[in-house]
């Protein structure tokens, strides 16, 4: 089983449309949560961290269930430029610092 | 002003062959990384040092040797090269703490022949 779970895609959505991705991990001792944002052929960067309590940073509101181990990320409002893969990401082992454990990515490709 | 940078951007090679990419953090981060992300898309850590001390070494062939010189600087060095290497390699920093955002380098793109 992977550490990190994700439905690969690719999600087709029109413009202005709400999109839902959903996430699951396998590590119960897994300490902070992230979306990072992969463009093609691009670096990954951190979109937003995840939150207990949930939290929104503009058209994006991601939420996290501990008992569930399960992380979403909503999209609302889609624009064109959100088209990328969404990468759900774990940090295992917070002794250690930063060590990510990134899914498979969800690719979204928001259309006219 | 690039953050996190890597040399070469892309690098195609035989099979055998030894060659090292080379990546600079200016960001004033004490932590660096490694990643390999396949052809797959799946993006898997390769290495960590935390003021040049090496921290995470997942189950990376000994082909593959990192090196620290500085907080600033994290190498990778592949000897005899091998066809499944063939990847895009990451290079990333972050200040010590598992909440801290991880910064990319724009990637090395590997193909080995």
């Known amino acids: 089983r992977k550490e990190v779970e994700q439905d690969p895609g690719p999600f087709n959505v029109p413009e202005g449309a709400t999109v839902a991705f959903n996430c699951t991990y396998s590590n119960s001792a897994s300490q902070s949560f992230f979306w990072y944002r992969q463009d093609c052929r691009k670096e990954p960067k951190l979109l937003m961290s995840v939150y207990s309590s949930g939290n929104e940073d503009g058209r994006f509101t991601a939420q996290l269930n501990r008992a569930s181990q399960y992380i979403s990320l909503l999209i609302r409002d889609s624009k064109l430029s959100d088209s990328a893969t969404y990468l759900c990401?774990?940090?295992?082992?917070?002794?250690?610092?930063?060590?990510?454990?990134f899914g498979q990515g969800t690719e979204l490709s928001v259309k006219p | 002003d690039t953050a996190v940078s890597q040399t070469p951007k892309y690098l195609v090679t035989q099979m055998g062959n030894d060659k090292s990419i080379k990546c600079e953090q200016n960001l004033g981060h004490d932590t660096m990384y490694w990643y390999k992300q396949d052809s797959k898309k799946f993006l898997k850590i390769m290495f960590s040092y935390n003021n040049k001390e090496l921290i995470i070494n997942e189950t990376v062939p000994n082909r593959f040797s990192p090196k620290s010189p500085d907080k600033a600087h994290l190498n990778l060095h592949i000897n005899s090269l091998e066809l499944g290497d063939s990847a895009v390699y990451f290079c990333?920093?972050?200040?010590?703490?598992?909440?801290?955002?991880?910064?990319f380098g724009p990637g090395t793109r590997l193909t080995v022949l």
């Open positions: 990333a920093s972050s200040l010590w703490a598992a909440y801290n955002e991880q910064f």
């Open positions: 990401v774990v940090n295992i082992d917070y002794n250690q610092g930063g060590k990510l454990i």
